[in-house]
């Protein structure tokens, strides 16, 4: 899961997929970062932080990273909140295996229109918003691949 500053959406997404595949069961692995640096080693942002509370889960133990190439082969999808962030990570990309993993997550719910997740960092009221979103997403992406596990 990838945003820019690793510490509004990304951990909320990281968050909610981690509890869609337990829910679903999945033995996968999950994690996020941000193709900024500034924040690195931070605690999720505190409005994050209540969000994902107030949905039962805890995102708190979670500190942000910056995106690193690396992340490539360490993961079998790249999930990007927008389209800036698709543009950093692909920047990255070495070749097409490399590309062919990065994604914009709300395809998994309005594929092809290129939508995305909408920063919450100077708006206070949208977080709630952008779990929702993410949580429909997420959602869609683990239900997709309830009979079909990735390898
Ligand atoms: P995020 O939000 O990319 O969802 O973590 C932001 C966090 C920090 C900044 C921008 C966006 N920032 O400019 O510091």
Not at 4 to 10: E, K, P, V, Y
Not at 101 to 110: A, C, F, N, R, Y
Not at 116 to 130: A, R, T
Request: net charge negative.
């Amino acid at each position: 899961m990838v945003c820019l500053g690793n510490i509004c959406r990304s951990p909320l997404a990281e968050g909610i997929m981690q509890q869609k595949i337990r829910e679903a069961e999945f033995d996968w692995e999950v994690d996020s970062a941000g193709t900024g640096h500034w924040h690195a080693g931070q605690l999720p942002d505190r409005r994050s932080i209540v969000t994902a509370g107030q949905h039962g889960i805890d995102i708190t133990k979670q500190r942000a990273r910056h995106f690193q190439a690396d992340d490539f082969e360490r993961f079998d999808k790249i999930f990007v909140m927008d389209t800036h962030n698709l543009r950093d990570v692909l920047r990255q990309a070495r070749n097409e295996a490399h590309r062919a993993k990065v994604e914009l997550i709300l395809d998994h719910i309005h594929p092809g229109q290129e939508r995305g997740v909408p920063d919450p960092y100077y708006d206070d009221d949208g977080f709630e918003e952008v779990f929702q979103m993410l949580e429909r997403a997420c959602e869609a992406f683990v239900l997709g691949h309830k009979h079909r596990p990735l390898p």
